[in-house]
């Protein structure tokens, strides 16, 4: 089989399919229509289609059978879109006041075409392809979900991949180690005693406290954490006061907090926790960390093997210049809850290209891909699938 050709000889139905759905995004856990659509899609493939509503997850897999007897490979693609307006003036823009600005459109696409490939040829293959179709990734909520429905019963392997702006296209990247970080959410409530702006000495400055807990928090990063371990804290949004004579007497904010260390998955809540207590009791206030969760673990290429036959794969279909190398990426993936139960391998498709005005990075409202990859993607999932099989 030559999935180069295959991939060429698809690529009409590829990129109507991004379009089509690209048109018709749907927010994290509300991906009603678009599941609607992708079992149209999977029919239309002579395939039988499952659904998780009764778990209450949308999305669907599916499986095609081989003509021989073999292993059973995981091929995942996430579904949802994000709450962003869509600005990117295309023809078939979003018409609904919603976003595939992640990119999930394209998954959606490249795997349908995948799927339409390994089905016509599935004479050829020695086991079975599970094609995923994962939703609410968005929200962290989606893979643990379709992990609990069972989705990886009988998986020997899986394979995912996001396409990317930080890559250009049309490179694909796949690579051992740390790839996408585990990220957290985390909520700070502090307590102060509000007064009027002109005697600060009858009360205690909420939002002072909370502009020093910000200070501080940065001192876990460069102070308590070594220089050689990736990891970001940041805040992205404060609230506090009332007017502008008046000293605020509570304030809140919430952050998240990057990393790939699997010590700091206990020692962030603990470390910041500490911080955030102590800082306000130098103040005379108190403040806790209400809330602080893990929404993703680290995706890292552990298993050498994946990441040969991705590799393999790209090199095979479009030649070892196909390859490109990529920094480790801070944001966070889902994905990483599939390879915690079976062998994973997580690879980017590349979407920049500025000769085609395509700067804007993953969630912009201006963020579009160079088409010209998605046959790449779809071939590199359906030449993975077989070759993981054949071994
Ligand atoms: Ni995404």
């Known amino acids: 089989m030559n999935f180069r050709e295959l991939a060429e000889k698809t690529e009409s139905y590829i990129i109507d399919r991004r379009r089509y759905y690209h048109q018709y995004p749907e927010l994290s856990e509300q991906e009603v229509n678009t ?54 003036g295309l023809e078939f823009a979003s018409t609904n006041g919603c976003m595939h600005a992640c990119g999930h459109d394209c998954h959606i696409s490249m795997l349908l075409g995948a799927a339409k490939m390994l089905v016509e040829n599935k004479e050829n293959l020695n086991g079975t392809v599970r094609l995923i179709f994962q939703p609410a990734e968005e929200t962290g909520f989606g893979a643990p979900a379709f992990i609990k429905a069972g989705v990886l019963d009988g998986v020997d392997a899986i394979y995912g ?27 700070v409530e502090i307590e102060g005693l509000s007064t009027h702006g002109s005697s600060p000495e009858a009360g205690i400055d909420a939002i002072v406290v909370m502009s020093a807990i910000i200070m501080n928090l940065q001192t876990f990063v460069s102070r308590n954490n070594s220089p050689l371990n990736p ?38 809540p603990k470390a910041i926790s500490r911080i955030v207590e102590n800082t306000a009791a130098a103040y005379g206030a108190t403040a806790k960390l ?13 298993d050498e093997k994946l990441v040969k036959i991705g590799q393999e794969a ?12 990529m920094i480790t990426q801070m944001g966070g993936e889902d994905f990483s809850f599939y390879m ?18 395509k700067i804007y990075s993953n969630h912009h409202e ?26």
């Open 231 to 268: 990891l970001v804290v940041s805040v992205g949004k404060v609230e506090a006061g009332s007017r502008w004579n008046v000293i605020a007497g509570k304030a809140k904010f919430e952050g998240t907090v990057r990393t790939f260390s699997k010590d700091m998955l206990e020692e962030a």
């Open 314 to 325: 790209v090199k095979k279909l479009y030649g070892e210049e196909a390859l490109a190398p």
């Open 35 to 88: 599941t609607a659509s992708i079992i149209k899609d999977l029919e239309a493939l002579g395939l039988e289609v499952k659904t998780y509503e009764s778990v209450g997850a949308y999305g669907c897999t599916a499986d095609i059978v081989g003509g021989k007897p073999g292993k059973t490979v995981a091929l995942r693609a996430d579904i949802d879109a994000l709450p962003v307006c869509e600005e990117t």
């Open 161 to 187: 991949a996001h396409i990317w702006n930080v890559l250009e296209a049309p490179y694909v990247n796949i690579e051992s180690g740390n790839r996408m970080a585990s990220t957290a959410e985390f909520h």
């Open 290 to 302: 209400s809330s602080f969760r893990w929404l993703v673990i680290p995706v890292i290429n552990d």
């Open 366 to 391: 201006k963020y579009d891909v160079d088409e010209e990859v998605l046959k790449r993607g779809a071939a590199v999932y359906a030449q993975f699938a077989h070759d993981f099989l054949a071994e």
């Open 340 to 357: 915690q139960h079976v062998p994973g391998l997580f690879g980017f498709i590349g979407s920049h290209n500025p000769e085609t005005g």
